[in-house]
C-alpha cells in the first residue's frame, strides 16, 4: 500500500499538464453528436491529441498507442478532465471496439482497423440495440446472409451512439434462422455503404444523440466479421464488460463535478435551503469513493486480477451518484433551477438530464442488480 | 366531515379532462413543438367557452364563485396532458387578485383575457408573451402593465411549452392597484401546482404502466418483472399519499391559518415530489425509449422541475410547515385543528 | 367537502375524552406479550372499556359494538392514542376474526364467539404463518381431518401474534392431500385444548412477541369451522383485506409519535445535527398525509365505497413512514441512541426496533407491491 | 501509487478471521447471551497469543510496530463476527495512548491488560466492566484510573454483547498523564468503527444470502426474485464503495492533516451507513426470521448502530468532511494532496 504518486507519475502528471495547457481549444467545441461541424472539429482534435501521442493512451504502443498503466491512464484522465479539455468523440474506438480488437482480431484486422481509429480518421459508432432487443441483446434480429466472401447485412438498430456522423459501425448480426445466443456474429460496416440509412435521434434534452440505422442488403467482405462465425455473443459479452468497468466513467468527471457544485454552494449558500450542504459533502463523499474504489481495481489489475462483476457495482455507483449530485444543484439552484445557464454558464440541467440516461444506458442498472446478485453473490437465476 | 368530491366537482373536473384529453394529446404536443409555440389559441377559446377561466371569479363579476377546491381539479386535469395554456397562472392566481383589487376593471369583464402574475419570488415571469396584462409585485403593492409597457426577455428554459420572461417595467408608467394580497396568491400557486403535479405524475405512472405491459424483454412483457412493478408501485405510492394532502389543501385555503398554510405547502412538497419520482420512474421504465424526445415522458419530468422551483422554494415551504409544526399544538386531534 | 367536526362529532370527541381522562390507568400496564400479569392486566382493561362500552366501537350494536361509524372510529382513536391508553390486547378479535365471523360466520357461530371476543374473556391469537408458508400462504401444510362431528388439527403454525397467553387461536388448515389454495378451511382452537403446545419466540428487542404453536391431534368440533369446507382460503384472503387496510393502523398512533418526535428536537436541536430538522418536519407531514388519507378512505366507505387494493398502498406508506420517524429520533439522541431510556422516558430505540416488523409482517411490502402493480396498476402477473 | 494490501496484510488478517471465526460462532454468541456476558476469557487469552493486542504498540515497548491499516483488517475481521472483546477499544486506541504518554507503564507491557477509554464526547464507557485501567479525557489531558478507583453504573444498552458504563471518578485520585492526543484517538477510533462496520455489513449480507438459497416461497428460493436480488445487490454496492474508502483512511492516518481527517470521517460515515443498510435488508429478507432473536441479523444491526452513534456523531464526521471541502483545494488532482 503505498497512497503517494512516484516521482515519475509526478512527471508524467506535469507533462500531460503542460502539453494540454499548450492545446486544448480555448473555447469548447460544439458537441459532437449535434452538428456535422461539431463532429469533424472533435475529429480535429483527435488528430491534435494524436499528435502528441496522447490520443489512446491505454493502447499498446504496436497499435499506434502510448502503452501507459491505469495509473497513468488515471493521471491523464485527472489531468484532461482538469484541464476541460474536449470529450473524446473517439470513446467507442478507445474503451470498446479498440481492446475487443487487441484481443479477438487477426493480424490483418489489427492493422486495417487500428491506425485510423487511433488518428481519429475513422470514428466508430456502436449498433448493439435494436428496437425489441434492449436489455435483452439475444433478442436481435438483424441478420448476415453469407454470400461467398461477403455478408449482406439486413436489420434495423437503434440508440447507436455516435451513428449519426461517424464512418464506421460494428454491431451483432444473425445467421438467419438462428436463435437467442447463438449465430451471432460481430461485424463491421461502413456507414456510408449503400443500403445503410440513418436517422438521427434526439434526447429528452432536445439534442441529436443518437441515431437509428436500417441496413438493407448491404454487402461487406466476410473479412469485417470479429472472431470466428457463431462467436458474436462471446466476444459482445467480452466488450459489455468494457464498457461497463473500468475504463468507460473515468473518476476525474465527478471530482469535477463535485467541486464544481461546491463552488455552487458557496457562491449560493446565503440564498439557499441550509439543509442542502450535507448533500454537497455526500455528492464530493461519493466522487472521492468513487475515485478510491477505481484507484483500487487499477492496483488490482496492475498486480494481476481480473474485473469480475463488481464493474456492475461500479455501474450502479456512478449513475446514481451523478443523479443526485446534479439534483442538489438544481435544488441549490432553486427558482433558476428551470432556466437554461447564461452563455458560458455550467449547464446543471443539461447534466442533469444526461445523468438520467445512466441507469438506462450500457446495461439498465436493474440488469446490473441482477448480475451483481447472481455472479457477486451466488443468488440463483 | 366529509372528506369526499360532490358529484358536480367530480363531473366538471370530467369535462375539464375530456377537454383537455381530447386537444391536448401527444400528436398535439409534437405539432407546437415543431411549431415552436408553447399557445393553442383554440384550445384557450375552448377553456374560455366552458367557463373554467370564470370559475373563482365572483358571481358579483360575472364569475361562477365556486372554490379552489374546484379549480384544483381543473388544474390536476392540467397537469394530466402537461397543458401549455396559462389557465392556472391566469384564471387561477391573477385574475382572482385583479377581481379583488379592482372588480370594475375592464380585463376582469373579459373572460379570456390572459393575465400573467409576477411575485417577487419569481425570478422570471412565465407566459408574459401571450398575456394582456402583467401583474407585478413591488413593496406589496400590486402593479397591473400592459404588453406596450413592458420589455420583454426570452429566458430559455427546459420545459419546451412553457415560455419564460424577464421583464423590465416602470412603476411610475403602470397601474398601481394598491397592496395585494400576495399571500393569497401564492397559496393558491402552491395548491395548483401541487394538483397540476399530481395530474403529471399519474401520467407519467400510467404512460409506463401501457410501455411496461407491451414491451416484450426475455421473453414476457417487462411489467412482469417485479423490479419494473416496484418502481411504479413506489410512484402510485407517493401520488395516493400526495392526493388527500392536495384536496385538503384546496379545500382549506380560505381557512388563511397557519394550519391551512402549512397543508398548502405540505400540499406542494409532496406533490411535486410524487411527481419527479413517478417521471423519472416512468423514463427508467422506459428504458433508451424514456430517453428520447420521441416519447413524451420528458414533458412531465420538466414541468415538475418547473412547478417545484416557482412560487416558493421547497425550503421555504418546508420552513412554513416547520412554524406550524413547532409553534402550534400538534397531536391526533389537531389534524383539522384551526387558529383559535 | 367538509373538513370540520359537526357539532354532535365534537361531543362524542369530548365524551371519548372525559372518559378516557377518568378510566386511563396512571402507569403503564406491563406489555401483554412479555408476561402472564401483562397480559392478564390488559385483558383487565379490556374490561374497564366494555363497561364504558368502548371496547369494540365499531362492531353493530348487536354484537356487543357500539356501532360507530368511520369518523367516530377515527375521533376515537384520536383520543385514545392522546390519553396514552393501553395497546389492545385484544386486537386480533377487534380487526381481524371479529369483522370476519360477522360477515361470514353462522348466527350460533355468532352467538358463542362475538360476546366474550367483545368483553375480553376470550383473548384470540391469529395463525396464519407456518415455517413454509410466510408469503406464500397457499403453502400451509397443517391438516385438519374430519372425523364425523370433528376436526383433527395437526401441523405447526409460526409467527402466531398473542399466542403466548391468549385462549383461542385460529388459523388455516387444509383438507389431508389437497394442494395450493384448494382443500383449506378456517378453523378456530382452544389454545389450551389437549394436544396443543405453544412455544414463545423472542423478537430481536429480547421480548417474547409470538409463539410458535405445535398441534398433535387436537380435536375441535365442525362448528368451530368458519364458513364452508375447502373455502378457507376465500375467507382468509378477505381477512387479510382487513389486516392490511384501513382498520388495524389508525393514524392517531404516528400522530402522536411525530409530536414526540417534534418536542425531542425541541429539546435536543442545541446539541444535535441541523440537517435533521428536515426529518423532523418530513414525519410530521407524513403523519398528517397518512391521516389525512384515511379519513378520505372513511368518508368514501361511509359514501358506499369499497376498500380496494389501495389498502396495500396504505401498508407501504405506515411501514416505511415509521421506520424513517425512529430513525430521525435515534439520530438527534446521536451518542445516547444505542442507551435504553431512562425509566418513564420514550423508548426510541424499541420503537425503532418495532418499527423494523412493519415491512414484513401482515404480507411483506415485496408482495404489497406485487399487488399495487398487479391489481391497481393492472401490470402482467 | 499502489492500494493493494501486502500478502502479509492478508495472512494476518485471515489469521484473525480464521480465530474469530472458529470461537465466534451464533452457538456461541447464544450461549454468552444466556449466560448474560459479553466476554470470554478464554477468546481473549487467544486473541492475546496471536498478537493482535500488541500490534499498535511500537516495537521499543514489546509491541509489533504495524500500522493502523494492518489492524484495521483485524478490526474488520472482529466485526465479521460481531466479536464482543474489547479488542478494538483496548490494543486499538487505548494502550497505545498509553504506550504514548507513559511507555513505562506497567501496564503496556502486560499483553494482557485490557484498557478502556473515555473521550468526552462519548456519554459512557464501554466495556469498563472488564478493563484493568480506564483512559479518562478532562481538559484534554488523559487520566489514568484504575478499577478501585471508579464507580461503574451499567448503561443499559440495545447490543447484547456491549458492555456500557457510567464511570464516576475523582480526577484528584487519578494519575494524570499529561495532555493526549485525542484526535489521534478520535482518528483510530473512527477508522477502527468504519472498519468493524464493514464486516459487520458483509456478514448480513452473507447471512442473508444463505438464508434466500434455501428459503423456497412460491415454488422457487426467495433469492430468484428480482425483489430481494435487488435488496441485497444495493447492500453490496454500498459496501464496495465504503471499502476503498476504509483502507485508504486507515493507511492514510498517519498524514495527521486535514485531508486525512476527512477521509477518516468519510469512511465511518458511508461503513456505519452500509452496515445499516446491509442489516435492514438482511431483515428484511429474512421476514419474520429476521425479526426474531434466534436468527442473528439483530447482532449486525444493533452493533452498526452502537459504532455510529460514539467517537463523534455523524453530524460531526460530516462537518470534518466539509472543512476539508470548503477550506482546502478539490478536483481530481487531490485526491491523494497533502497538506503543502
Not at chain 1, 342 to 353: A, C, N, T, V
Not at chain 2, 124 to 148: K, S
Not at chain 2, 176 to 204: H, I, S, Y
Request: net charge negative.
Amino acid at each position: 500500500m503505498q497512497l503517494s504518486y512516484t516521482p515519475e507519475q509526478q512527471a508524467f502528471r506535469a507533462e500531460v499538464r503542460a502539453w494540454l495547457e499548450a492545446h486544448v481549444p480555448a473555447h469548447p467545441l460544439e458537441h459532437y453528436d449535434a452538428t456535422r461541424a461539431g463532429f469533424e472539429a472533435h475529429r480535429a482534435w483527435e488528430a491534435t491529441l494524436k499528435s502528441g501521442d496522447w490520443g489512446m493512451v491505454t493502447w499498446p504502443k504496436e497499435y499506434g498507442g502510448r502503452g501507459l498503466d491505469l495509473i497513468q491512464w488515471l493521471i491523464f484522465e485527472e489531468e484532461y478532465y482538469r484541464a476541460g479539455a474536449p470529450g473524446r468523440v473517439n470513446q467507442n474506438g478507445i474503451f470498446l471496439l479498440g481492446p475487443t480488437l487487441m484481443e479477438f482480431g487477426s493480424d490483418d484486422q489489427k492493422a486495417r482497423f487500428l491506425p485510423p481509429m487511433a488518428s481519429g480518421e475513422e470514428i466508430w459508432a456502436q449498433a448493439w440495440s435494436e428496437p425489441q432487443a434492449g436489455s435483452d441483446l439475444a433478442g436481435v434480429r438483424a441478420t448476415a446472409r453469407r454470400d461467398g466472401d461477403e455478408y449482406v447485412l439486413n436489420g434495423h438498430k437503434i440508440w447507436s451512439s455516435r451513428a449519426a456522423f461517424a464512418d464506421w459501425a460494428f454491431g451483432l448480426f444473425r445467421e438467419p434462422g438462428s436463435e437467442r445466443h447463438k449465430g451471432m456474429s460481430l461485424i463491421f460496416f461502413p456507414l456510408d455503404a449503400p443500403g445503410v440509412t440513418r436517422n438521427p435521434i434526439r434526447k429528452i434534452n432536445g439534442h441529436v444523440g443518437f441515431a437509428e440505422i436500417f441496413l438493407d442488403d448491404v454487402r461487406v467482405p466476410a473479412f469485417n466479421r470479429l472472431g470466428d462465425e457463431g462467436e458474436g455473443w462471446h466476444i459482445c459479452m467480452a466488450t459489455a464488460g468494457f464498457e461497463r468497468g473500468l475504463m468507460l466513467r473515468s473518476p476525474a468527471r465527478y471530482q469535477v463535478a463535485a467541486a464544481a457544485l461546491a463552488d455552487l454552494w458557496q457562491a449560493r449558500k446565503d440564498r439557499a435551503d441550509p439543509a442542502l450542504e450535507a448533500d454537497v459533502v455526500r455528492a464530493f463523499m461519493n466522487a472521492e469513493a468513487y475515485a478510491l474504489n477505481i484507484y483500487q481495481t487499477a492496483s488490482r489489475l496492475i498486480a494481476g486480477a481480473k474485473i469480475g462483476p463488481e464493474a456492475s457495482t461500479n455501474k450502479i455507483f456512478w449513475s446514481e451518484m451523478d443523479i443526485h449530485l446534479n439534483q442538489t444543484a438544481l435544488a441549490i439552484l432553486g427558482p433558476e433551477a428551470e432556466l437554461l445557464p447564461e452563455p458560458g454558464g455550467h449547464d446543471w440541467l443539461d447534466d442533469f438530464i444526461f445523468s438520467l440516461a445512466g441507469p438506462i444506458y450500457a446495461g439498465s442498472n436493474e440488469i446490473q442488480r441482477n448480475i451483481i446478485a447472481e455472479r457477486m453473490l451466488g443468488l440463483p437465476r | 366531515m366529509d372528506f369526499t368530491l360532490s358529484d358536480e366537482q367530480v363531473m366538471f373536473a370530467q369535462t375539464a379532462a375530456t377537454l383537455f384529453g381530447d386537444t391536448c394529446t401527444p400528436d398535439h404536443w409534437h405539432r407546437m413543438m415543431e411549431q415552436d409555440t408553447a399557445f393553442d389559441a383554440g384550445r384557450w377559446a375552448q377553456i374560455v367557452e366552458n367557463g373554467f377561466t370564470l370559475l373563482l371569479l365572483p358571481e358579483s363579476a360575472g364569475g361562477l364563485g365556486l372554490t379552489e377546491l374546484d379549480f384544483a381539479l381543473i388544474a390536476q386535469a392540467a397537469g394530466y396532458v402537461a397543458l401549455p395554456e396559462p389557465l392556472v397562472e391566469s384564471a387561477g392566481i391573477a385574475a382572482p387578485m385583479l377581481a379583488a383589487l379592482a372588480p370594475d376593471h375592464a380585463l376582469s369583464a373579459d373572460p379570456a383575457a390572459i393575465i400573467a402574475i409576477a411575485p417577487a419570488c419569481n425570478p422570471v415571469v412565465a407566459h408574459a408573451d401571450v398575456a394582456d396584462a402583467i401583474l407585478m409585485e413591488q413593496d406589496g403593492h400590486a402593479f397591473l402593465v400592459l404588453p406596450d409597457q413592458v420589455t420583454l426577455m426570452p429566458a430559455a428554459t427546459i420545459d419546451p411549452l412553457r415560455r419564460l420572461f424577464r421583464v423590465t417595467w416602470d412603476p411610475a408608467r403602470a397601474e398601481d392597484l394598491g397592496p395585494a394580497d400576495w399571500t393569497l396568491a401564492l397559496d393558491r400557486a402552491a395548491v395548483f401546482a401541487a394538483a397540476q403535479a399530481l395530474g403529471l405524475a399519474q401520467r407519467a405512472v400510467d404512460l409506463a404502466v401501457a410501455y411496461a405491459k407491451d414491451r416484450q424483454q426475455f421473453g414476457k412483457p417487462i411489467g412482469s418483472y417485479q423490479a419494473v412493478k416496484h418502481h411504479l408501485a413506489s410512484a402510485q405510492v407517493a401520488i395516493e399519499f400526495a392526493r388527500p394532502v392536495v384536496i385538503a389543501a384546496a379545500a382549506q385555503i380560505g381557512q388563511r391559518d397557519i394550519f391551512a398554510q402549512a397543508r398548502i405547502s405540505h400540499a406542494r412538497l409532496v406533490a411535486t415530489e410524487a411527481a419527479d419520482k413517478a417521471a423519472r420512474a416512468s423514463i427508467q421504465v422506459h428504458g433508451a425509449m424514456g430517453y428520447s424526445w420521441e416519447v413524451d415522458v420528458h414533458l412531465f419530468l420538466k414541468r415538475a422541475l418547473a412547478l417545484s422551483g416557482s412560487w416558493g422554494t421547497s425550503a421555504f415551504h418546508r420552513a412554513r410547515v416547520g412554524t406550524r409544526l413547532f409553534t402550534r399544538p400538534t397531536g391526533p386531534d389537531q389534524t383539522f385543528a384551526r387558529e383559535a
